[in-house]
């Protein structure tokens, strides 16, 4: 195992947020960075509780997060983010408090910013201004489409969209069929806004029809076509 040393873990967070940091100047890069904390999460833990005040910008350097709104009875996964994905900001740029929750798919690594600052510097820096307004439009357009999908499609639909979003999100292993993620059925269930039960029978009968392999929490997609048509009219 290679051990890090915190200078070379410190150039390789910088690295990773290189889309970030570019925005930024000389003073306000060394500023940012010394106020620049990081942690190791586990799997499971949470991130942040709805009706949180928002205190920091959250990047998540390695691993996997959801972001969840719990109903009565079950939860509603809204997304999911991956390296290098920022989040945690939204409801603190509309002065809200959170109205989501987030937690982590399997152990992250995640740094955290203070954003009052990034807030000041974003009244003086424009280039920083735009780089969040990207983040948001971006993050707007991928909800809309997910919308649509969880509100008008129908069972089978959800899953099949579910499946190609994890792919899109987190891509595939050496195979290039493997989906790189290992999401329980629970959670597969709440990524497409139907009951465990259901989600454990979708997926069972796309697995019977050739359209994926199930091993485990494992998921390949074998029928690209067929399953993209699925999608398309349930």
Not at 17 to 41: I, Q, V
Not at 158 to 167: H, V
Not at 195 to 215: C, K, P, V, Y
């Amino acid at each position: 195992m290679v051990i890090l040393t915190k200078d070379t873990e410190r150039e390789m967070i910088v690295n990773g947020l290189s889309d970030l940091f570019s925005a930024l100047n000389d003073g306000e890069r060394a500023h940012l960075l010394a106020c620049m904390s990081r942690r190791l999460y586990r799997k499971g833990d949470i991130l942040y509780r709805e009706g949180d005040i928002p205190r920091h910008l959250l990047c998540l350097v390695s691993g996997k997060v959801k972001i969840y709104k719990d109903g009565v009875g079950r939860s509603q996964i809204v997304r999911v983010v991956k390296p290098i994905g920022y989040f945690g900001y939204r409801a603190a740029f509309s002065g809200q408090a959170y109205i989501t929750e987030a937690a982590t798919l399997e152990p992250s690594l995640i740094v955290k910013f203070p954003l009052a600052l990034i807030e000041r510097f974003i009244r003086t820096n424009t280039q920083l201004a735009w780089f969040f307004i990207r983040q948001l439009s971006q993050a707007l357009g991928s909800s809309d489409e997910r919308t649509v999908s969880l509100t008008q499609k129908h069972v089978r639909a959800r899953m099949a969209d579910s499946i190609f979003y994890l792919r899109d999100i987190y891509g595939t292993e050496s195979d290039g069929h493997t989906l790189c993620s290992r999401l329980s059925r629970e959670d597969m269930a709440n990524l497409s806004n139907m009951t465990t039960s259901n989600a454990i029978r979708t997926l069972a009968a796309m697995q019977q029809e050739g359209l994926i392999r199930l091993d485990g929490r494992k998921i390949s997609i074998l029928d690209d076509d067929e399953l993209r048509h699925v999608s398309e009219i349930g």
